[in-house]
């Protein structure tokens, strides 16, 4: 194999992927995309949009020497172009076959969703051609977020001086602004709970759905219900808890952030991390699959050894059944993200990782292991007691089998009520009412917002930290308490979004945009069709926008210009509010802004 050359997209996964081989393999890295769109052309598009939408690219800024390189490192040799195995990757793929001259009819490109030898061994056997479906679908994404990123950009900066728009992001912004004017315009409510004492115990007072008790029939509930309180009723029945799926990567990110208080940019960091391989026992190995996927489903090669695990280490009790559910919006392209070994234990490697590296493969590890055991069995009994026509319930459970809980950390507390017997008197300690205030929807923080992303199918697994980071570098938002609340000017963008762009900018345009934008990888959608249909739909909106939507004006001070002496206007950037002479850009004075 001395003649054969094997690229990749990361320098650490090159790493990697050469000591399976004692380095005998030349293993090397594009460092991510080495081309891009070019800035040239209508409006700096780099986009052929009066005609054929045929894109013009440019190496990126930085990769010339590296491109050199590559070209003089695999003169002469196959080369396999191992880049990720989703739509980005190819595409990188196809740059690389471009810039290195490559045959694209030839079989050159091999995918692998986890890197161990075994693996990286088996796509070298499997060698296909490049898919021109992805790759065409990566192209029409990417030209679609050029036009609306530089047009739509340009149009808010001009008129209201906001920083950029997105095809994804301003559509994110929008719910969070939505829910901050439901917040705003809330009313709150008073009512009331009612509940009753026994020792450590606690019976609520039954109450229908979406009532609310008021002040005065609480009061009445309180003097009528005096002791004794007889026990009318005992219902108990076995209930099953079944496990989770394995992680996607919006549950991933959601989870972390949840359990771990992990950023999801944090997050995606760590997972790539242990994707690419860690030192273990001096040999590198990729601990989980592939974390960018919105497929739970697992492969044979790990359901089959799971089982024979689970058996193994607990029981064939501990057996559950594998399942999966496919949505439409799922690309399905590989599995979910599980370990790539199970006897690779959290506890087994943990003196090798980092803390964070740690907590994050201890989540991924337990979930896709317990997703293929047997339920939890809780024993659930209820308890109905009446005192003067007064109807309150106590609850208990308790774990009769513990199942996927064996493993997954997750655990759950009995409440074991005492052997009591219909008829039963009870005296009770305290019967009392609790004040309540009906509460506004919660902001959202990254959980919930990528949670709610992916319900509404906008954005793919690739861009969900991306997006969150946007929001917070752009001004946009402001993280109050670890929630998103919006600022002025991401409340202004998005009313002026609303205003003038709400037939494509919105949920279910950006989802059905997202579904066809898959489609084109399996040719049941034209890409220049779309691309073409969308920018006639675009233009004459921004036309529209532009001339009826006055540019907003900065602020003029009474402070005047120590330079030239023309008066100061409050001008805002990314980095806050400052003084900008009003004759720039012959004079370019500022001053800091003091608030």
Known sequence: MKDLVIIVESPAKSKTISSYFDNKVTVLSSVGHIRDLATSGVDGLGVNVLDTFEPTYKVIKGKATLIKDLIKKTKGKEVLLATDPDREGEAIAWHLAQVLDLDIEEKNRIIFKEITKPAVLEAINQKRTIDKGLVNSQESRRILDRIIGFKLSKFLRNKIKSQSAGRVQSVALKLIVELEKEILAFVPETYYTIHAHFGDLRAEYIIPKDYKIKLEEAN???????????????????????????????????????????????????????????????????????????????????????????????????????????????????????????????????????????????????????????????????????????????????????????????????????????????????????????MPPARYNEASLIKDLESKGIGRPSTYATIIKTLKSRDYVTVEEKRFKPTEQGILTVDTLNTYFSDIMNTDYTSRMENELDMIAEGSVNGVELLKDFYQRFVPLLEKADQQLERIKPVISDKICPLCGKPLAIRKSKYGQFYGCTGFPKCKHIEPFEN
Not at 233 to 247: G, L, M, Q, V, Y
Not at 347 to 368: G, N, T
Request: charged share 30%; proline share 4%; no cysteine.
């Open 220 to 438: 009445q509930i309180l003097e009528t219900s005096k002791n004794p309180f007889t026990i009318i009723s005992i219902d108990e029945k076995e209930s099953k808890r079944n496990a989770k799926p394995p992680f996607i990567t919006s549950t991933l990110l959601q989870d972390a952030v949840n359990s771990l208080s992990m950023s999801s940019a944090r997050t995606m960091q760590i997972a790539s991390e242990l994707y690419q391989g860690i030192d273990i026992e001096g040999e590198l190995i990729g601990l989980i699959t592939y974390m960018r996927t919105d497929s739970d489903r697992l492969s044979k090669e790990f359901v089959d050894p799971a089982n024979k695990y689970i058996e193994e280490h607990f029981g064939k009790k501990y057996l559950g059944h594998y399942k999966t559910n496919k949505k439409d919006s799922q690309q399905d392209a590989h599995e979910a993200i599980r370990p790539t070994d199970l006897h690779l234990t959290p506890q087994r490697v943990e003196q090798y990782l980092s803390k964070d590296q740690f907590k994050l493969y201890k989540r991924i590890y337990e979930r896709a292991l317990g997703s293929l055991m047997a339920p939890a069995i809780f024993n659930l009994k209820k308890v109905k007691l009446d005192a003067g026509g007064n109807i309150y319930e106590l609850d208990g459970s308790q774990q009769i089998f513990d199942g996927y809980l064996k493993v997954v950390t997750d655990k759950s507390k009995d409440k074991i009520l005492p052997p009591y017997q219909v008829g039963d008197r009870l005296e009770s300690d305290l019967v009392e009412s609790i004040e309540k205030v009906t």
